[in-house]
């Protein structure tokens, strides 16, 4: 079991930052992988940004340039940093992992980009 935690939502103006976290607990030792979703209203889930356990990493092509995400060593915590952002970034961020046949996910963190 890993339970995950998200953090550092808000409210921001077009064009400035946020860094969300992830933290998570339990069976930190069998996660091969995170990643970062969004859920805005209305839409579908979509994957924003993953990291895999050797560090590499991809991108949705609508955040690439300008998110980054990265992982603290075990997985205990992962980040995604979020730059020049637009208000088309409104949405619920969520962090999953998925562990052979199961799916975790975290609770989510709203981020507005709005002035």
């Known amino acids: 079991q890993v339970q995950l935690v998200e953090s550092g939502g808000g409210l921001v103006q077009p064009g400035g930052s946020l860094r969300l976290s992830c933290a998570a607990s339990?069976?930190?030792?069998?996660?091969?992988?995170m990643a970062w979703y969004r859920q805005a209203a209305g839409k579908q889930r979509e994957l924003v940004a993953a990291i895999a356990g050797d560090g590499s990493t991809n991108y949705a092509l609508s955040v690439k340039g300008r998110f980054i995400i990265s992982r603290e060593i075990a997985w205990k915590v992962v980040y995604l940093q979020m730059n020049s952002l637009k208000p088309e970034d409104t949405a619920v961020y969520y962090c999953n992992t998925k562990i052979g046949h199961d799916d975790y996910w975290g609770q989510g963190t709203q981020v507005t980009v709005s002035s």
């Open positions: 339990g069976s930190i030792f069998s996660i091969p992988g």
